[in-house]
């Protein structure tokens, strides 16, 4: 298996995602991408138990893609050596009544992680720069003062929404909140065939929605504002990562690989010691436990 060069995947500059790739295999087969997944998300579930333990930072995981790209088949394989009680993963969907009394970032602000936990955003507050791009008219939806019209839904209000998000990124991160953004880069062939999968296998029909459709019909609208959405919010405390997502089981790879690399960087996140009384009395509780089963 080929080394995996990470630092391609981070995105640091002004990128156009016609030239990012969709499909990597690291020249590994489907048996070597499994294992070398099993060793690093080993890894990471037992940061996690540290992490939780040191109970200063929470991990934000965002992912966003187009439909079929992976991301709940990810979460499913990246996340399944956590403790159950150290990752909640949250699902964000068209909002409720209750969330459109709030601004649009509420609803993500209540579900960020608690310190020593990872809160898994699937589909995330980008929603609200790119969806909503797509189709201006959701906006009239939240009651914004002064958006009567979609005509009042101008390339002003779309700066006002990516500076809103890269302040609200900025306060989490000086709070201790790690944040890692992952697009899912899925090709168009791709998501054609899964699909198609997804008429074909009828265990698999319940996934299918007319709609999933007609957003196709959108996909280039859709690339021009996941690419200014990226271009316009990768910061240095909270990254874009594009992964080629075509191979799920090499995506797969990549996003714990980054994680748990970027992780380790923090080495003062280690677990808390005991104070001098408790470990000069270890012995003492000790054999206090022992003598029970006398």
């Known amino acids: 298996m080929e080394k995996i060069d990470l630092s391609t995947y981070q995105v640091e500059n002004t990128i156009k995602l016609s030239e990012k790739a969709t499909f990597t295999n690291f020249g590994a087969s489907e048996k070597e991408l ?20 040191h109970g200063k930072y929470g991990v934000l995981v965002c992912l966003q893609g187009m439909d079929t790209s992976g991301k709940d088949s990810l979460i499913r394989e990246v996340f399944k050596d956590f403790n159950v009680r150290g990752v909640e993963v949250h699902s964000f969907k068209v909002p409720t ?31 609200n720069v790119l969806v909503t791009k797509v189709h201006p008219e959701y906006i009239l939806g939240e009651n ?66 007319p709609g999933d459709l007609k957003e196709r019909r959108l996909w280039n609208h859709y690339q021009d504002c996941y690419e200014e959405a990226i271009n316009r919010t990768s910061k240095e405390h909270a990254p874009w990562y594009i992964i080629p997502a075509d191979n799920k089981k090499a995506a797969r790879v990549i996003v714990a690989s980054i994680l748990l690399k970027a992780l380790k960087k923090y080495k003062d996140i280690e677990e808390p010691e005991l104070s001098d009384k408790i470990k000069s009395n270890l012995e003492n509780f000790k054999q206090e436990l022992e003598k029970e089963a006398e």
């Open 97 to 127: 009544e209750l969330e459109l009394s709030h601004d649009y970032l509420w609803r993500h602000y209540i579900a960020l992680p608690a310190r020593g936990k990872f809160s898994v955003f699937n589909r995330t507050h980008y929603e």
């Open 34 to 53: 499994k294992k070398e997944l099993e060793d690093i998300r080993e890894k990471l579930g037992k940061f996690q138990d540290v992490l939780y333990a």
């Open 144 to 209: 914004i003062p002064g958006i009567e019209s979609v005509e009042d839904i101008n390339a002003t209000f779309w700066e006002h929404r990516y500076r809103q998000i890269n302040d609200f990124e900025r306060h989490i991160a000086e709070n201790g909140t790690l944040i890692f953004k992952f697009y899912l880069h899925l090709s168009k062939e791709e998501q054609r065939q899964r699909l198609l999968r997804r008429l074909r296998l009828k265990e698999k029909n319940w996934k299918f929605s």
